[in-house]
């Protein structure tokens, strides 16, 4: 499955604006390639980091049948404490590669033209966890179809920065590209010809079900280490233990803000949802949650233009708030909205306003950061706030939608 295609599938049934998704690769620039950075997170804690390989042998892979098991990466992020080897990269160097050559042409970046390797985290690999965090709130997090889960690093980091346990989760055969311990890449299954609704629609329910399912193996993996059991992997020191399951939370961008929705509704031990701009797929479309759950909204993206928000705004009877993000598009909610406008000042034939729209990076990237932050401090740790009571002038860009 493409990167870039999740856009095609979101625009056709999420109805976004239309765009130019499909852009041809412009010529490198002269001189170095580009290279780009990550916001710092803002939390009080340093960021520590892990990957780690996971393997299902209870059930046969969803997505290629001849293989009896189902595998994954993960990345755990959390508060640090001293010590770790150096900032992890924001890919893998195999997957760094691929997304060069495959996933970066298709937004009119040409191969070679960004040194995507050389991108790094704020997060020390290997980094002990940080004793004086106590016990940390879980959050899962996937980003959107076809996404790898680096996509959403900007947005993990700052909830680590907070004192969270974030597991981001890689779908294999799915994601662009999925690099495994001793120089494996896996590459996602290919497209069919034909991308008509009905069979994107398939596709994506077939992936929502995967999703599922995957999630709920990796927090039975969670449960594992919270219990003090190892899980796939050498584990920074203190992560045995440090995870606390009576504080669950789901997040997604696109169909990973669906499947947060859905995992929400199925599985009791998760408390809290946001969604990340995702149409909703499956049941929990007109079913909708119970529980507390905040949806981020591109500008163009309203309860009138997605009857999956419709539906799913009226089945649900919990907590509920709808933000929406003046200027932003899709890929606003993914590590393209500071990426890609860094790109664009050297490369501007790159169409930055079809992915990430026209709102001020930096002020998408806090905004985001805040709502999300204080949607899971209240929910998961109790923490009074009044972000949601009404407009903030410190975000301009965000308006609650009744």
């Known amino acids: 499955m493409s990167f870039v295609a999740t856009f095609v599938k979101a625009a056709a049934l999420a109805v976004l604006a239309p765009a130019v998704f499909l852009t041809p690769a412009g010529a490198a620039p002269a001189g170095p390639a580009i290279e780009v950075s990550l916001p710092a997170p803002g939390g009080p804690y340093p960021v520590g980091t892990v990957a780690l390989r996971l393997v299902d042998r209870s059930r046969p ?44 042409p298709p937004m009119g970046i040409a191969k070679g033209a ?13 980094a002990p966890v940080e004793s004086r965090a106590g016990k940390l709130p879980v959050v899962l997090f996937a980003s959107g179809d076809g996404g790898p889960r680096t996509l959403g690093t900007s947005l993990v980091e700052d909830l680590a920065s907070r004192g969270y346990l974030v597991v981001a989760v890689d ?22 010809s034909k991308l008509t609704p009905r069979v994107i629609a398939k596709l994506l329910a077939r992936h929502s079900r995967a999703r599922l399912a995957d999630m709920r193996y990796v927090l039975d993996r969670v449960a594992a280490l919270a219990h003090g059991r190892p899980i796939g992997g050498v584990l920074p020191e203190g992560m045995r233990g440090a995870p606390d399951l009576s504080r669950v939370g789901a997040l997604g961008q696109s169909l990973g803000g669906s499947v947060a929705a859905q995992l929400a509704r199925d599985d009791a031990r998760v408390d809290a949802g946001v969604n990340l701009d995702g149409a909703y797929v499956g049941p929990v479309a007109t079913r909708g949650v119970t529980k ?22 009226r089945a649900s009877t919990g907590w509920k708030r709808e933000l ?48 999300v932050g204080a949607f899971f401090d209240l929910h998961l740790r109790g923490k009074p706030t009044r972000l949601f009571e009404g407009p903030d002038t410190r975000f301009p860009d965000v308006s609650l939608i009744p």
């Open 324 to 371: 929406r993000f003046t200027g932003a598009a899709h890929g606003s909610f993914t590590d393209l909205q500071p990426l890609l406008p860094q790109i664009a000042a050297k490369l501007p034939t790159v169409p930055v306003a079809d992915y990430v729209g026209t709102i001020d990076p930096g002020r998408s990237v806090a905004a985001q950061r805040a709502y």
């Open 292 to 313: 507390p759950f905040l949806q981020l909204a591109a500008e163009t993206h309203t309860r009138d233009s997605e009857p999956s928000w419709k539906s799913f705004w």
């Open 114 to 126: 960004v040194r995507w390797a050389a991108t790094r985290t704020h997060a020390r690999a290997g």
């Open 61 to 104: 892979d969803p997505l290629v049948a001849a293989k009896p098991y189902r595998e994954l990466m993960v990345s755990l992020w959390y508060p640090a404490g001293v010590g770790g080897g150096p900032p992890a990269p924001h890919m893998a160097p195999l997957a760094a590669a691929d997304w060069d050559r495959h996933s970066a």
């Open 171 to 192: 779908h294999t055969y799915e994601a662009d590209q999925v690099e495994f311990p001793g120089g494996r890449l896996v590459r996602a299954l290919p497209l069919p």
